[in-house]
C-alpha cells in the first residue's frame, strides 16, 4: 500500500516538474526540475510513512512553485500616449533587450537631456537600461540586463518617429572620454543624475510601478539579486508622463508657455563643488524671465533689473537678481570668455548652455520635475 502511494505521489512530482520544464525556460526551470529530481530519489530509497509524507511535501511545494514559474508577464509598452517615446522606449526594449534572456524585458530609461535643434536629428542623452523580470509572488525578480548610457539619434519625418542610432559611451578606462565626446555639452547633467543612485532608483522603481498598474498586475514589491525586496511606489502614470503631454498636473499647460517665450541665453560652469546653471527667456509682455540651478535647488523669477558691474580686473558682467540671491554673468565676445559671478561673488569660466537643455529649465520650473 505504502510503495502504490508512494507511486501516485511521485507521479505527481513528475507531472508537476514536467509542467514547470515546459512552461518555463532558462535557470528557473532547470533548477526546479532538479530539485524535483533529488526529491524524488530521497523518497524512492525507503519506502516509509516518513517518506510518503515527504512526498506529500514534495508534491505541494512542486506544484505551488510550478504555478508561480508558469505565471506570465505581458510585454512592456509604453503606457502613455505620446509617439515620441512610444518609439523611444520601443526601441531600447527591443536592442537592449536582446542582450539578456529570460522573463519580460522591461525599460529603465533616465533622460539626462533632448536636443531638439535639428528636427532630422534629435538627440536624446541619458541612460538607457533594460532589464528582465520573473515573477515571484508578488515580487518582481531582477534577473538579468544592463544600463546603456549614450545618446539615441531620432529622426522626426513624414512618417513619424523613428530611431535612426545609437551612439555609446564604452565601458572601463574610455568612459570618461567617451561621455565628454558623445554628451558634450550635457555631459555635466549626465554625470550628475548618473552618480544619483537614489535618483535613479526613484526612476526604475516608479517606471516599473507604472507598468504594474497599466497591465493590472497584483505586484507589490522588486527584488535584485543579492539585495531586500523594494515596495513599489503608488503609480503615477498621468503625473509621470504629463511633461510630455504637455500639460503639468496642475493644469498648467507647458507647451503653450514654451511657445510664448524667446531664449536670450544662458551660461553653466562645470564644477562638481557649484554646478551653477542659468537661463534667460523674455515673455510676450516684454518681462524678463530668469531660471537657476544650483546644487540640486531651483531658483526662478521675473527679473525686475539687470543693472552693469565689473570685476577688480575691469571685465564688464550684467548682474540679475533670483529669489534674493544675485547672480552675475557675460556671455563672452571676441576679447573676452563666457564667464558666470556667482551669489558670494565667485567668478568661474563658464559655457554656453543649449537652447534644449534651457528650455528643459523652464519645464522643471512649471512642473516640478
Same mark, same amino acid.
Given at each position: ?25 532558462? &535557470?528557473? *526551470?532547470? /533548477?526546479?526540475?532538479?530539485? @524535483?529530481? %533529488? !526529491? $524524488? #530519489? +530521497? ?5 516509509? =510513512?516518513?517518506?510518503? &509524507?515527504? *512526498?506529500? /511535501?514534495?508534491?505541494?511545494? @512542486?506544484? %505551488? !512553485? $510550478? #504555478? +508561480? ?5 505581458? =510585454? ?24 539578456? =534572456? ?268
Amino acid at each position: 500500500m505504502k510503495k502504490r502511494v508512494l507511486t501516485v505521489l511521485l507521479s505527481g512530482v513528475l507531472a508537476a516538474a514536467s509542467l514547470c520544464a515546459c512552461s518555463t525556460s532558462g &535557470e528557473n *526551470a532547470i /533548477e526546479t526540475a532538479a530539485a @524535483v529530481k %533529488e !526529491k $524524488a #530519489e +530521497e523518497v524512492a530509497e525507503n519506502v516509509t =510513512e516518513e517518506d510518503v &509524507e515527504k *512526498a506529500k /511535501e514534495a508534491v505541494e511545494e @512542486v506544484v %505551488e !512553485k $510550478a #504555478e +508561480e514559474l508558469t505565471t506570465e508577464l505581458p =510585454e512592456y509598452e509604453y503606457p502613455g500616449p505620446e509617439a515620441f517615446y512610444t518609439v523611444l522606449y520601443d526601441y531600447v526594449v527591443k536592442e537592449m533587450g536582446k542582450n539578456s =534572456e529570460g522573463g519580460v524585458a522591461i525599460p529603465d530609461i533616465m533622460v539626462t537631456g533632448i536636443d531638439e535643434s535639428d528636427k532630422e536629428d534629435i538627440k536624446v542623452y541619458g541612460d538607457f537600461a533594460c532589464y528582465r523580470y520573473t515573477l515571484n509572488g508578488d515580487t518582481l525578480e531582477r534577473t538579468s540586463g544592463g544600463s546603456y548610457p549614450g545618446c539615441i539619434h531620432i529622426k522626426n519625418g513624414a512618417d513619424g518617429y523613428t530611431v535612426t542610432g545609437m551612439d555609446m559611451v564604452e565601458d572601463g578606462s574610455n568612459f570618461d572620454e567617451s561621455v565628454d565626446r558623445i554628451f558634450g555639452d550635457y555631459a555635466a547633467d549626465f554625470r550628475k543624475a548618473y552618480a544619483d543612485d537614489a535618483g535613479k532608483e526613484n526612476v526604475w522603481t516608479q517606471i516599473l510601478a507604472n507598468y504594474v498598474a497599466a497591465n493590472g498586475l497584483d505586484i507589490k514589491y522588486v527584488q535584485d539579486y543579492g539585495w531586500d525586496p523594494i515596495k513599489l511606489p503608488a503609480e503615477n502614470i498621468d503625473s509621470f508622463y504629463s511633461i510630455l503631454d504637455g500639460v503639468d498636473e496642475g493644469g498648467t499647460d507647458v507647451q503653450a508657455v514654451l511657445g510664448s517665450i524667446t531664449y536670450m541665453g544662458g551660461l553653466y560652469i562645470s564644477d562638481p563643488d557649484n554646478d551653477l546653471m542659468f537661463s534667460l527667456f523674455r515673455n510676450d509682455d516684454g518681462s524678463v524671465v530668469a531660471i537657476v540651478t544650483k546644487l540640486g535647488n531651483l531658483y526662478y523669477n521675473v527679473v525686475q533689473d539687470m543693472p552693469s558691474a565689473k570685476l577688480d580686473d575691469g571685465r564688464e558682467y550684467t548682474q540679475f537678481t533670483v529669489e534674493d540671491r544675485t547672480f552675475g554673468y557675460n556671455f563672452g565676445d571676441d576679447s573676452n570668455d563666457p564667464f558666470v559671478v556667482d551669489e558670494n561673488g565667485k567668478v568661474y569660466a563658464a559655457k554656453a548652455l543649449d537652447e534644449s537643455a534651457a528650455r528643459n529649465m523652464v519645464v522643471k520650473s512649471l512642473t516640478g520635475r
